[in-house]
Structures are given as structure tokens and as C-alpha cells.
């Protein structure tokens, strides 16, 4: 078996066996308000990244991101974003 070098959230390089990989599509979003950047932390690193996440297969993009940005930052998607919550800020 051939395994492929990943990186871990930390930023630690750890060895993966090609067939314990498993696809998982994702969505994220750019929203920009007020010439600002909306942005999500990682809990456990406190990086930060944009809106998203995984999505599951067939579920509609447009389905997705109302929920999404509904349930954890509060905005309607696609009209003008208006505020944020704890685990969303604009940069």
C-alpha cells in the first residue's frame, strides 16, 4: 500500500495510507462587508479560515449556505450581510 504525506491542524506532517483517505466535498464562502473579510476560528487552533464546511453529496450549494451562514453567523446569505456572531468576524 502507497500512503501520501498529509498535514495535520496543528502543522505536524504525518504518513496516510492511500485507502483510508475518504472524499468529502466541502463548500466556503467569501463575504465581504464594508471592505472587510468575514472569517471563522478553529476552536482547537485558532486559525482562521473562511465559512464552510462539508457538505453532503447531492445537498444543493444554495440549500447549504443558508444554513450554514444562518446557523453560525447569523447573516442571510446572497442579500448584504448584516452582523456577526462569537464564531464569526469580519478581518
Do not use: N
Amino acid at each position: 500500500m502507497s500512503a501520501v504525506e498529509c498535514i495535520t491542524l496543528d502543522g505536524r506532517k504525518k504518513m496516510i495510507q492511500k485507502d483510508s483517505l475518504v472524499f468529502r466535498p466541502a463548500v466556503y464562502g467569501i463575504v465581504v462587508h464594508d471592505g472587510k473579510v468575514l472569517l471563522m476560528t478553529v476552536r482547537h487552533t485558532d486559525k482562521y479560515h473562511p465559512p464552510g464546511g462539508g457538505i453532503t453529496v447531492g445537498e444543493r450549494i444554495q440549500q447549504w449556505s443558508h444554513a450554514h451562514y444562518s446557523q453560525f453567523c447569523s447573516l442571510s446569505p446572497f442579500p448584504q450581510p448584516g452582523g456577526g456572531s462569537s464564531a464569526c468576524r469580519y478581518m
